[in-house]
């Protein structure tokens, strides 16, 4: 599948994600609870759902973010969501799903609660489809 840059971007709670949303392009925004500046991975919450964000994309030698290692930051990051190719476990914390970001942006003044509340505000407005 190719992506493009200027596709539509769909706004997504953290605890809403799943495999359908693999190979979409996604806006999510949650705190920073982790940054793994050597693989380029940010882990993001909202509340207890977590989701691994691969920022390498978005890194460059010529611009700063110093607020990445910041806990509690609140961050949106826009790219496509995909799985993660990993051996069974037992264990089922372990994450499966990783946004791989095309921009990241850090979001101070946002309130993710009136951000939550926004999505399904809009969710609940959105026409239902009847099947034909």
């Known amino acids: 599948m190719s992506h493009n840059v200027n596709d539509f971007a769909q706004v997504v709670r ?3 994600l799943t495999t359908e949303h693999v190979s979409r392009k996604l806006r999510i925004v949650g705190r920073i ?3 793994d500046a050597e693989n380029a991975l940010v882990c993001i919450a909202d509340e207890q ?7 390498s994309l978005c890194l460059s030698g010529f611009r700063s973010f110093s607020w990445l290692r910041e806990v509690n930051t609140p961050l949106m990051a826009i790219g496509y969501l995909e799985r993660l ?7 089922g914390d372990v994450p499966t799903l990783v946004l791989r970001a095309l921009l990241i942006q850090e979001q101070r003044a946002l309130d993710l609660n009136v951000w939550n509340r926004a999505i399904d505000a809009h969710k609940d407005a959105e026409p239902v489809s009847s099947a034909a």
């Open 85 to 91: 190719d990993l051996p069974q476990h037992d264990d």
């Open 33 to 35: 609870r982790l940054y």
């Open 49 to 55: 759902d977590t989701l691994l964000i691969d920022i």
């Open 14 to 16: 953290i605890d809403a």
